[in-house]
Structure formats: structure tokens, C-alpha cells
């Protein structure tokens, strides 16, 4: 079984056996979603992909705030919750997606990257289907507080899906290489979290 696959059956075990989040997870959450919106209202798109958007969270709040959201998530029923709350979304693979070049103004990906040892196909997708900005939010494995929310979710969360420990210069490289400008690169949730907006 290929590496991809492995992640998304783990997601997809993930959905299945998430009752609710816990009091850390929904705190860390919050205060993500607050420097996500600030980034976001600094652009103001009218279209936002989210990819591996699972059961429609961040979705949820985009279209809340008047945005034209789409998803794409591998999981069946991921899609499922998805669509039973209104949303508009996909089952697609984002290493390669059916969207037209230059469809979104914004993609938009939480915690995605870290969880593949070759996300390389993800970013060429990215930068392809977005109009102007790339938004990623990627959790920062190498700060104190970082660590040690990890250690904990991986205690509290049984079955956590597995993620590699990158640096948030990885994923600059990476899209500095294909001509894309870094325009934000914030802490968020007590710096347990990085916000990055790219521009094409």
C-alpha cells in the first residue's frame, strides 16, 4: 500500500472514531481560526478551495464569513458529513486534482503537509488551482509549546494520525522553488501552529 493511502485510511479511522474534540484541541482550534481569518481578510477572496477540508470545520466558518468554499477530501465519509451539512464538496485526490489552472483565489490547506513524506505533488497542485494565494496552516513541531501539544494530543487521541516533524522552512523552499512569494508567516495558537500565505 503506497504511503498516500496509508494516510488516508488513517484519516478515514480517524472520522470514524471522533466523538468530539477535547477542551485542548477546541482552544487551539479557536485561536487558529482567529489568525487564519486575519490572513484571510487581508486578501478578501470571493472563492477558497479547502483540501483535505475532512468534516467541513474550517468550511463551515469560511462560508459563514460570506466566502465561496469548495472541499475535496479522499475520504467517503468525510464527504458524507460534508454534504449533510450543506457543503460544497469533492472526493478527489489532491496530488491531482480536477480543477482547471487558476480556479480559486485562495487554496487553502490545515494541517495537511506533514502528515506525507513527499508533499511536493500537494504544493505543484496548490500553486496550479489557486489564482493568487496559497494559505497553509502547519503545525510547528519544533517550538516548546508545539511539542508538547503534540505528546498530549497523541496521549488524549487514540489513533492520531501519524505526522513528520518539518520545518516551516521546508515548505517555504518549497514554494519559493516554484516562483511563489511568502507574504505572512505568523504564529498562531501560542505558537503551537504557523499561518503561511504564499503568493503565486
Not at 472541499?71 to 454534504?83: A, E, T, V
Request: proline letters at 3%; a positive charge.
Amino acid at each position: 500500500m503506497g504511503q498516500e493511502k496509508i494516510v488516508y485510511k488513517s484519516f478515514d479511522k480517524h472520522w470514524k472514531e471522533l466523538k468530539d474534540y477535547n477542551v485542548l484541541s477546541r482552544l487551539n482550534m479557536h485561536l487558529r481560526d482567529r489568525q487564519v481569518i486575519k490572513t484571510l481578510l487581508t486578501v478578501s477572496p470571493e472563492t477558497i478551495l479547502d483540501i483535505g477540508c475532512g468534516i467541513g470545520r474550517t468550511m463551515s466558518k469560511f462560508k459563514e464569513l460570506g466566502f465561496e468554499a469548495t472541499g475535496i477530501d479522499n475520504s467517503d465519509l468525510s464527504i458524507d458529513i460534508c454534504r449533510k451539512k450543506g457543503l460544497k464538496v469533492f472526493k478527489m485526490d489532491a496530488p491531482s486534482m480536477e480543477f482547471s489552472d487558476n480556479s480559486f483565489d485562495v487554496v487553502f490547506a490545515e494541517g495537511l503537509l506533514e502528515h506525507f513524506e513527499d508533499y511536493e505533488p500537494f504544493v505543484r497542485e496548490m500553486i496550479r488551482v489557486s489564482k493568487k494565494y496559497i494559505l497553509l496552516v502547519q503545525p510547528n513541531a519544533h517550538s516548546i509549546l508545539g511539542k508538547i501539544v503534540s505528546i498530549a494530543t497523541e496521549k488524549l487521541t487514540k489513533g492520531n494520525v501519524k505526522e513528520i516533524p518539518y520545518r516551516m522552512s521546508d515548505f517555504i523552499e518549497s514554494f519559493r522553488k516554484r516562483g511563489c512569494k511568502l507574504l505572512v508567516q505568523k504564529p498562531a495558537a501560542m505558537n503551537t501552529f504557523v499561518v503561511l500565505l504564499f503568493q503565486k
